[in-house]
């Protein structure tokens, strides 16, 4: 295959795998995210039942570091069912975390701001609209913590197409390039 043909090939392969991928997180997020899930649950299960199986077949418990690595291996084993139950319960428990972070930061802006506005100042009632945005995003995290997640996860559908996009138009370009240096090889 020529050098030209491997790079056409490799930037078609990536787009359309960027493409199908960007368009599904764009358009399915959650569902997206349960995929997502499910395949890391699938690797926690396999990993710790092969290592149980691995453990007890070969010679059993005998040091400090098998029993570290058998409850792992069990704790792999929980977190995984617990994923295929419900995938999405990690990306809420994640969202709940930032929501909190971002309240208690906003509480203490404002505290701050408290401060600031004493010294009569013309800008502080933009840091004031800024803080009670940040505070009322957090408030609407924890209330839905999947909001946070849909949106990420359709601005990286969005980046993705995008993607798909450049490296088409990098592909012809490239294409162009080299048809134009082979021409003037030949002469």
């Known amino acids: 295959m020529s050098r030209f043909k491997s790079i056409k090939w490799n930037s078609t392969v990536n787009a359309v795998i960027c493409l199908i991928l960007g368009l599904c997180l764009l358009l399915f997020p959650i569902e997206s995210l349960s995929i997502g899930g499910y395949l890391i649950a699938s690797i926690l299960m396999i990993?710790?039942?092969a290592y149980i199986i691995k453990t007890?077949?070969?010679?059993?418990?005998?040091?400090?570091?098998?029993?570290?690595?058998?409850?792992?291996?069990?704790?792999?084993?929980?977190?995984?069912?617990?994923?295929f139950i419900d995938p999405t319960w990690i990306i809420r428990l994640i969202n709940i975390v930032v929501g909190i972070v971002l309240i208690i930061s906003s509480l203490m802006n404002l505290l701050d701001l408290s401060r600031y506005k004493k010294d009569r100042t013309t800008s502080w009632w933009v840091y004031?609209?800024?803080?009670?945005?940040v505070l009322i995003l957090g408030i609407v995290i924890i209330i839905n913590?999947?909001?946070?997640?849909?949106?990420?996860?359709?601005?990286?559908?969005?980046f993705l197409i995008i993607n798909t996009i450049i490296t088409i138009l990098l592909a012809r370009k490239v294409k162009t390039y080299m048809l134009v240096e082979k021409s003037d090889l030949v002469k």
């Open 47 to 49: 990993s710790g039942i």
């Open 56 to 83: 007890i077949s070969n010679k059993g418990v005998e040091t400090n570091g098998d029993i570290i690595y058998l409850i792992f291996s069990i704790a792999f084993i929980i977190i995984s069912i617990s994923i």
């Open 128 to 133: 004031l609209v800024l803080v009670f945005l």
């Open 145 to 158: 913590p999947l909001f946070l997640a849909k949106i990420i996860t359709r601005l990286e559908g969005a």
